[in-house]
């Protein structure tokens, strides 16, 4: 067999493998939390927010409005760094992502089977999007 066939043989088999992997989500509505982080993330609302926010000032028009097709991690930098008000920055990796949880369930964005993570350079390249929008 001649090199070249063999490098188009390798390059199509490579290119089988790497279309057999699990798809990358495109947006919030790809389901990338589970529904026990949004339970988790409702009971830090109640908890860490709910006194200066209620919940539908990130739900419905009011997210579409601010946060339609903004990267997931600008929401994470938001609640990460300024959140919550007394005590801004106080928050763990996990505690966000759960909070982002929660506001994307509230949304009616579908939960998935993996857990949102803290991955700043993923989340730059998913846009968050409500159902219908």
Known sequence: MSPWVKLAVSGSALMLLVGCGE????????????????????????????????????????FNAVWSEVPASALYYR???????????????????????????SNGMPAGNTPLEADLDWLNTVPMRQPGR
């Open 23 to 62: 798809p990358e989500p495109e947006s919030t509505l790809d389901g990338i939390f589970t529904m026990a982080q949004a339970q988790r993330g409702e009971g830090l609302f109640t908890t860490h927010c709910q006194r200066c926010h209620s919940i539908q000032e990130f739900s419905g028009h009011m």
């Open 79 to 105: 609640i990460a760094n300024t959140m919550p008000m007394d005590q801004p920055g106080s928050l763990g990796n996990s505690e966000v992502t759960s909070l982002m949880a929660h506001i994307f369930n």
